[in-house]
């Protein structure tokens, strides 16, 4: 049978493995939060842009709700059509006149 020995790394040695395991792991460090695509900084990312949709997407459901209501109130509901035409539209019954008491502005002088 053969006699194997176990040698011990010299400090010079043990200094460079360090350095290199350091080194390693710095680099699986930087590879684990900036990978493109897979890394932690991407996926933090895309969770907030995730986030930012779903904000956007339930702002657009409570308007199309809005919407609805209103859609269906203009189609049920006469007096709430009726304000509708006066305010938005600005339409009269007929034989209603319009009086506007609103201050005039002064004309700005031309030279």
Known sequence: MKKTYKTSL???????MLRISLLLGVLFLLALFFVPGKGLYFLRKEKLRVASINADKQAMVEKNNTLREEI????TDERYLEEVAREQH???KK???VFDFSPKEPKKDRK
Do not use: N, S
């Open 10 to 16: 010299t400090p010079l040695q043990q200094k460079k």
């Open 72 to 75: 269906k109130r203009l189609k």
């Open 90 to 92: 600005g339409l009269l």
């Open 95 to 97: 034989d209603e006149q």
